[in-house]
C-alpha cells in the first residue's frame, strides 16, 4: 500500500476516530486505526466493538492495499509534522514508512485482516434529518443523563420517534431534560432507541451546523451517516423508564425570569461552595432572592426582578442543576412553572423543552 495524503486532512481524520479507542486493551489490534486506501480515499476505521467510527478523506493512492497502525502515535506523529504532504508506504509485512516534510518513521502494524468488520449499513427503520437540528437536540438533553453504572438505561439518551416528531430525553431520576422536534417519517417507522452515553458524545463531536444525516436503525444496531463520517452503534438492551409520570401534568405557579439575570445571581451565590450546590429560591411577588449557606464560612444572596403575583414560595435546587438546564437554552426568559416548594419545578421557553428538577429537602 503506498499513498500520499495533505497533513491537515489526515490529522481531521484521524482526531474525528481516535477518540474511542481504549488507553488499555485485552486485544492490542483495538488500538489500531484501519487504513484502507483505494479510489482516490483512504478510509479510517476504529473500533472498541459497541462503537465503531469510520471517516472518508481524499488522498492520492499509489498502490491500493490496507493495513493497521496504532493510532495514537500516528496522530501524535502527524501532530507534530509541518503542514503538506504525507507520504505513506507499507510493506508486505505491515511495516510503514512515513514521510512528513524533514522527518522520517518506521511504525509496525498489524494485519487489518485480524481488525473487526464493520456492522452493515443497513436499518428496518430509516430516517433523514438536518445534522444541526440532532446536534442541538443532544445538547439539550445529554448533560441530564446519569452517571450511574448500575441504571444502564439512565446513562443514555432516549430517541423517540412517534407521531410525526422526534423526542430526545435524559433523567438521571433527579432532573428530566426533553426536547422535541417535528419531522417527516411513515406511520411504520416509529421506534425508541437508547444512544448509549459515549455513542452520544461522539454525535456531539461529529455533528455540524450544515448538511443533513441519516440515521439506520436495525434491532440491536444503529448508523448515523454523515459526509465524511459514519458512525456504527450498538443500542442500550433495555426499556427506558416512563418518563411522562414524573412530568407534573398541571402547575398552578407560573414565574418568567430573565435567563442571563438569574444564571449571574445563582453564579454570584454559588462562590460560597455549598454542599451539594444547594441553593434557595425565595420566589415573592415580582421579585425572586436567591441564596446560599455554607457551614461555618458564610452566606451570599442576590435579587433578580421576576413576573410573579402568586403567594411566597421558598424551594432548594441543585444550582449545578439548574445551571446546566439554563446554559442550553437561546431565550432571553424563561418560565419556571411549580406548584410548592416540595413539587418538582417545570421550566420551559419558547420551543418544546422542558426540564423537570426535583427541590431538595429544605431543613
Known amino acids: 500500500m503506498k499513498f500520499s495524503i495533505v497533513r491537515s486532512n489526515f490529522l481531521e481524520g484521524l482526531r474525528s476516530v481516535q477518540n474511542i479507542v481504549a488507553a488499555k486493551t485485552t486485544s492490542p489490534i483495538m488500538q489500531n486505526v484501519r487504513l484502507e486506501a483505494d479510489n482516490g480515499e483512504l478510509k479510517m476505521t476504529t473500533t472498541d466493538i459497541d462503537i465503531s467510527i469510520l471517516c472518508k478523506v481524499e488522498c492520492v493512492v499509489e498502490e ?5 497502525l496504532p493510532v495514537k502515535i500516528l496522530s501524535n506523529m502527524i501532530s507534530c509534522a509541518a503542514e503538506g504532504v504525507i507520504e505513506i508506504k507499507v510493506d508486505e509485512n505491515e511495516k510503514a514508512s512515513i514521510r512528513a516534510g524533514s522527518a522520517k518513521y ?19 427503520f430509516v430516517y433523514t434529518l438536518q445534522q444541526a437540528v440532532l446536534r442541538e437536540m443532544l445538547r439539550k438533553t445529554s448533560y441530564a443523563s446519569s452517571q450511574d453504572e448500575t441504571r444502564k438505561p ?4 432516549l430517541l423517540s420517534f412517534k407521531d410525526g416528531k422526534l423526542t430526545a430525553v435524559a433523567t438521571d431520576g433527579r432532573r428530566l431534560a426533553l426536547v422535541e422536534k417535528e419531522i417527516e417519517f411513515p406511520k411504520e417507522a416509529e421506534k425508541d432507541v437508547i444512544l448509549p452515553s459515549k455513542t ?23 448508523c448515523f451517516i454523515l459526509p465524511k463520517i459514519t458512525i456504527y452503534s450498538k443500542l442500550v438492551a433495555d426499556i427506558y423508564p416512563n418518563y411522562a409520570q414524573v412530568i407534573p401534568s398541571k402547575c398552578e405557579q407560573k414565574i418568567t425570569v430573565d435567563r442571563q439575570q438569574l444564571i449571574d445571581a445563582i453564579e454570584r ?3 460560597m461552595g455549598s454542599e451539594i450546590h444547594s441553593t434557595k429560591f425565595h420566589f415573592s411577588q415580582n421579585l425572586l432572592v436567591v441564596s446560599s449557606t455554607a457551614s461555618d464560612i458564610g452566606e451570599a444572596n442576590d435579587e433578580v426582578p421576576i413576573k410573579y403575583m402568586g403567594e411566597d414560595i421558598d424551594s432548594m435546587y441543585n444550582s449545578s442543576y439548574l445551571l446546566d438546564a439554563l446554559k442550553v437554552i437561546d431565550d432571553d426568559e424563561v418560565i419556571f412553572n411549580l406548584n410548592n416548594a416540595h413539587t418538582p419545578a417545570v421550566i420551559r421557553c419558547s420551543i418544546p423543552f422542558l426540564y423537570v428538577i426535583m427541590p431538595l429537602r429544605v431543613n
Open 200 to 222: 452520544v458524545q461522539e454525535l456531539q463531536r461529529a455533528l455540524s451546523s450544515e448538511g443533513d444525516v441519516t440515521i439506520k436503525i436495525q434491532s440491536t444496531q444503529i
Open 106 to 124: 518506521k511504525l509496525s502494524g498489524m494485519p487489518e485482516a485480524d481488525f473487526p468488520r464493520l456492522p452493515p449499513e443497513e436499518g428496518n
Open 154 to 157: 439512565l446513562r443514555g439518551v
Open 64 to 68: 491500493p492495499g490496507a493495513t493497521t
Open 269 to 271: 451565590v454559588g462562590v
